[in-house]
């Protein structure tokens, strides 16, 4: 971790570079590749925050020694804290799977899991649909105000208690395209 001043003022500090996130990401791979070595698998990446993480992912368990028989990406998209940096606590499907999940190998894969919620009511949709295997992969663990209790398979990195963007976490659609983990300088949200 290292304090870092860029963004036009907005950023308080770097809590992960890029190249932590990117040995993080590698590290998972490695994970999944080997418990899913030689079977087909599908990642299905939970936007918009997702984005960048399921796309790394894929394309590092393409480089893993270890790895699935094949890899097909697909996507879901909900939302639960439309532009407020808290949760409404009601989680809202915005675009199914393209893909049908019953009896593939599937997992999940977020960029953050905070209160729980979210993860949750995907597990539960998913779940019911009757995958062969039902795996979650968060980047981000952030811990500190869980309101339910979900299974985590692989983790990335454990996550500050702060409001945090980047890496396609955003704060009102912003910073997504950073490709650090970022905690901003509160006098950007504190108006709300
Ligand atoms: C964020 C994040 C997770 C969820 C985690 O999504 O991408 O999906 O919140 O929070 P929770 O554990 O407290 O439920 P958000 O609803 O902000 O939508 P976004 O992915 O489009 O930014």
């Known amino acids: ?20 996130i990117a ?7 490695s994970e999944i590749g080997s418990d899913f070595a030689g079977q087909p698998l599908l990642l299905l990446g939970v936007l918009k925050g997702a984005l960048y993480v399921v796309t790394d992912l894929a394309r590092a368990i393409a480089q893993t020694a270890v790895r699935p028989s094949e890899v097909i990406v697909d996507y879901i998209c909900v939302s639960s804290y439309g532009n407020e940096t808290r949760s409404s606590g009601e989680v809202r499907l915005l675009k199914d799977t393209a893909e049908t999940v019953t009896g593939r190998n599937v997992v999940i894969v977020e960029d953050i899991v905070d209160n729980g919620l979210t993860l949750e009511y995907l597990s539960a949709l998913i779940g019911e649909r009757k ?28 996550c500050p208690d702060e409001f945090v963007v ?9 910073f997504r395209n950073l490709p650090y ?12």
């Open 1 to 20: 971790m290292k304090a870092t001043q860029t963004y036009s003022g907005t950023i308080e500090r770097e809590i992960y570079t890029r190249e932590e």
């Open 23 to 29: 040995h993080a990401i590698d590290r998972l791979a």
């Open 131 to 158: 995958p062969a295997a039902l795996r979650t992969c968060v980047l981000f663990d952030k811990p500190y105000h869980r309101r339910v209790g979900v299974r985590l398979d692989y983790t990335g990195l454990s």
């Open 166 to 174: 980047g890496y396609g976490l955003d704060y009102q659609e912003l």
């Open 181 to 192: 983990l970022a905690q901003l300088q509160p006098w950007v949200f504190q108006s709300e």
